[in-house]
């Protein structure tokens, strides 16, 4: 038994097993045997450690749980980062000694047995300690001379032999570069709708589950189920879809015990809304009109796409004033800056009079305001609220744009594009302008997700502004003054 590899002949039983225990993940799947199999060609001992990067609920961890089912061994999990529901760390960041003193101390309690370590939320390793102690934690993770190592408070040696390691994280960007240089990513893109259905209909309604048996195994069709998955959830994985049924089982429970009622044994999608309340999203909803200065930006929290308001005004000042409100960070002052400064710099080719920004405050208002907003992907939803205004031209309420903007006119790659296309998805967007260097996430994404949305391509400011205004964008602003 190799580190972090099985014999030839059970790679075949292992992957059965994992199509057998779990559902989808097919490509990842793939990944992870061909990863194991390659590791156990090298020779020279330098293997990566798998390390499964996706939004949360994605499958990560029952994935490497039904690993370690596959190969017989036990699973074991160190928890290096945790996440409350506002997706702040609830700990401090771990540092990387301590981590591989849990580590030794986990093997230690469980010598002399084959296992799988999932080190869960490795990029929560402490940045500031990472680049001087992440070497002597890769010597424990990555040990090729001899599958042993000898500790003076331990007298016995730690057998690395059988012991597979398999990391999880949600983003790489928080990962070093030396660290990246050890692990092997696997990417986690979620679950369609019609993979979240097959999930709750062989996961979540059981028989034999608590709640189920206690309302009498009440069921629920596919129409409640897509019902269920479109109106109360905004994710990529299944994380809040269990937290949503197990909510509905709740219910069900308290109707047929406390209540009294006879428990209903089929539900449907008209149900739903009694034991939950008011659908939380309405996919089939669109966000109608036109408005001038204002333009949806979409954004991240906590692995779910959400949406705020981005509003301009331009009011008449000599001082010439940047004002911005709304619970707005300094990242996020920049983002408006660089936008600012962009179009200042192509006033004469967009038809912007040289002397309408000089005597005009622009005040930059994001909604909700008791929300803070940050980020770099908000420049270009930014600058063509801001052309909006200055040009007196009107936005579509149900178009959004993600992309950094550059001075020079250029739009940029962003992060958690599978996320924020969902929650345009659920919120009523169909026209999202995107970076043509996000065009990789894109492809990933599920057909039935991208398939309701107008998805624009750009490369620099003139493609989107061009997008959006048409030939509109190059004719002169009329002098005008706003109150």
């Known amino acids: 038994m190799k580190y972090g590899c099985i014999a030839l002949t059970d790679y075949r039983l292992a992957f059965r097993l994992l199509n057998e225990d779990l559902f989808g993940l097919a490509e990842q799947k793939m990944d992870l045997i061909t990863e194991l199999r390659m590791n156990d060609s090298v020779i020279d001992g330098n293997r990566k450690i798998i390390c499964f990067v996706g939004p949360r609920g994605a499958g990560k961890r029952s994935l490497a749980a039904t690993l370690a089912r596959a190969l017989g061994q036990k699973f074991l999990t160190i928890r290096i980062g945790q996440d409350d529901d506002c997706g702040a760390p609830r700990y401090g960041r771990s540092k990387a000694g301590e981590l591989a003193g849990n580590l030794l101390h986990l093997m230690d309690r469980n010598r002399g047995q084959r296992l799988l370590i999932l080190l869960d939320g490795i990029e929560y390793i402490n940045p500031i300690f990472q680049n001087r102690t992440v070497t002597s934690f890769r010597e424990v993770l990555t040990i090729s001379h001899e599958h042993s190592l000898r500790l003076g408070h331990i007298d016995q040696p730690l057998n690395f032999a059988d012991v597979v390691f398999v990391a999880t994280a949600r983003e790489a960007r928080g990962i070093t570069r030396e660290m990246l240089d050890e692990l092997k990513l696997i990417q986690f893109t979620g679950y369609c709708d019609d993979e979240k259905v097959e999930i709750v209909k062989r996961w979540m309604i059981q028989p034999n589950h608590s709640s189920n048996a206690c309302c009498g195994a009440a069921q629920i069709d596919d129409d409640g189920i897509f019902d269920l998955i479109r109106c109360y959830t905004n994710e990529l994985g299944v994380f809040e879809l269990r937290a949503v049924f197990d909510r509905l089982q709740r219910q069900l429970v308290f109707e047929s015990t406390v209540a009294g009622a006879a428990p209903q044994q089929r539900l449907g ?5 009694r034991y939950l309340g008011p659908p939380l999203y309405d996919a089939a909803s669109v966000r109608n009109g036109l408005q001038v200065g204002a333009v949806a ?17 331009t009011i008449p000042d000599p001082r010439a004033n940047l004002v911005l409100t709304g619970n707005l960070d300094a990242l996020f002052r920049e ?22 920004l000089s005597r005009h405050t622009v005040h930059v208002n994001a909604i909700p305001g008791g929300v803070l907003k940050s980020g770099v992907s908000s420049g270009l939803a930014v600058l063509l609220a801001l052309f909006s205004e200055i040009k007196g031209l009107p936005l579509r309420a149900d178009l959004s744009a993600i992309g950094e903007v550059t001075l020079r006119g250029g739009i940029r790659r962003v992060i958690g594009v599978p996320e924020k296309i969902l929650g345009a998805h659920r919120l009523g967007i169909r026209t999202l302008c995107y970076p043509n260097e996000n065009q990789g ?9 991208v398939g309701g949305l107008e998805l624009i391509g750009v490369d620099s400011v003139d493609q989107a502004l061009m997008a959006v205004f048409g030939d509109k964008f190059h004719s002169p602003t009329a002098p005008r003054a706003r109150s």
């Open 269 to 273: 999608r008209q149900d739903l809304s």
């Open 297 to 313: 930006m979409l954004g991240r929290c906590d692995g779910r796409g959400v949406i705020s308001e981005i509003e301009v005004l």
């Open 335 to 356: 983002v408006v800056m660089v936008a600012l400064s962009c179009l200042r710099k192509r006033s004469a080719e967009y038809g912007i009079s040289p002397e309408f």
């Open 441 to 449: 996430d894109i492809d990933r994404l599920p057909r039935e997700l």
